[in-house]
């Protein structure tokens, strides 16, 4: 007696929504899992994969003694800071791009990111301590955040007839990161020659040196609960803006929320390693060609494909010229760039 052939496997786009996000995010944590390790694997002196069993387990028992295990340590520590930068980075853009409806925005084109810098390097001109350098950065992100609020706050209310609209939110971000801009090229040629490198690798974007702190994590971890409660908001209001208030959407509060959380995850970004550009625009973009445009998958796939995404940029830069390390934004552009340029060509022939 034939058997019936077996059924073929769906093809992820025709599966139930809960199943493709399962698939998507844990096919996504392991990527993100093998790249920390690889980051700490990596370096000027190498830890074999061998090696690595034994000292995760000294490191569970917080008692690392061999070198590998301090060699992980070490290096875990970066790649934390990093992932977590990365993953604010991405969920901000994808905030970002649901705002203002435009899949190519950047979490920093409203200038909150510019704010922030102008208060990191006012600090570190002036010599401060690192944790005031932290405080001025937030500081200066406020400011630029509510300053946007106050000029945009028509855009932010939304409403029947509002139609959607953002442009006077963007121009004004546009206006303000101007200025910004021209505050840092001054505070730049006017700076201390004991200062000029500090600002200069701060202001490109690096995570060396960075301590490992739990409040960009729990940044993180609320501004991520806020964007899957939202996640069914955030597609009527990217494809059916027009008519998001006839279908229940709250449209004024759902952006006001939208800003202020993608003002946050900037800051803290920021905060924690610099002005790091490219992260916050390509991998949201990516993750969308690669796995739709429901909010609902693409979320958790954007976190964790920015982690990643920065923890690969972060071991090229300490170890393509190793002994001597990049910051990390300029590896960042470096890979960016061309990558935005081809989904920028891939948007134009759809």
């Known amino acids: 007696m034939n058997r019936p052939p077996p059924p073929l496997s769906k093809p992820l786009a025709l599966r139930p929504l809960h199943q493709r996000a399962l698939l998507v995010t844990g096919a996504m944590l392991l990527v993100a899992i093998a790249c920390m390790l690889y980051a700490g694997m990596t370096g000027s002196v190498e830890v074999g994969l061998a090696d690595v069993p034994a000292a995760l387990r000294e490191l569970f028992e917080g008692r690392p003694q061999t070198l590998a295990a301090s060699l992980l340590e070490l290096r875990a520590g970066r790649a934390t800071v990093a992932f977590a930068t990365g993953a604010a980075l991405a969920l901000a853009g994808v905030l970002m791009q649901a705002l203002l409806r435009n899949p190519l925005a950047d979490p920093y084109i409203l200038g909150i990111s510019a704010g922030a810098s102008v208060g990191a390097l006012a600090a570190l001109m002036l010599m401060a301590a690192m944790a005031t350098v932290e405080l001025a950065a937030v500081a200066g992100a406020i400011v630029v955040s509510l300053l946007l609020y106050a000029l945009a706050r028509q855009d932010?209310?939304?409403?029947?007839?509002?139609?959607?609209?953002?442009?006077?939110?963007?121009?004004?971000?546009?206006?303000?990161?101007?200025?910004?801009?021209?505050?840092?090229?001054?505070?730049?040629?006017?700076?201390?020659e004991g200062r000029l490198r500090t600002m200069?690798?701060?202001?490109?974007?690096?995570?060396?040196?960075?301590?490992?702190?739990?409040?960009?994590?729990?940044?993180?971890?609320?501004?991520?609960?806020?964007?899957?409660?939202?996640?069914?908001g955030m597609n009527v209001l990217a494809l059916h803006a027009e008519?998001?208030?006839?279908?229940?959407?709250?449209?004024?509060?759902?952006?006001?929320?939208?800003?202020?959380?993608?003002?946050?995850?900037?800051?803290?970004?920021?905060?924690?390693?610099?002005s790091i550009g490219f992260v916050g625009l390509i991998v949201p973009h990516a993750c969308r060609f690669a796995?739709?445009?429901?909010?609902?998958?693409?979320?958790?796939?954007?976190?964790?494909?920015?982690?990643?995404?920065?923890?690969?940029?972060?071991?090229?830069?300490?170890?393509?010229?190793?002994?001597?390390?990049?910051?990390?934004?300029?590896?960042?552009?470096?890979?960016?760039?061309?990558?935005?340029?081809?989904?920028?060509?891939?948007?134009?022939?759809?």
């Open 243 to 274: 008519a998001a208030v006839t279908l229940g959407v709250p449209v004024g509060s759902l952006r006001r929320g939208l800003f202020l959380v993608s003002g946050i995850l900037t800051a803290s970004a920021v905060t924690s390693a610099g």
């Open 200 to 232: 200069v690798f701060w202001m490109i974007g690096d995570v060396a040196g960075a301590p490992v702190r739990l409040l960009p994590w729990l940044v993180l971890g609320a501004a991520l609960l806020y964007a899957l409660r939202n996640a069914r």
């Open 156 to 192: 932010l209310r939304g409403g029947a007839g509002s139609g959607g609209g953002t442009s006077t939110l963007l121009l004004t971000g546009v206006v303000i990161s101007s200025l910004c801009v021209a505050l840092i090229t001054m505070m730049l040629s006017i700076a201390p």
């Open 291 to 350: 796995f739709g445009p429901d909010h609902r998958v693409l979320i958790p796939a954007s976190v964790l494909a920015g982690g990643s995404f920065l923890v690969l940029c972060d071991t090229l830069a300490r170890t393509i010229v190793a002994p001597q390390q990049l910051p990390v934004g300029a590896v960042t552009a470096i890979i960016g760039a061309p990558i935005f340029l081809y989904q920028l060509h891939r948007l134009r022939r759809h």
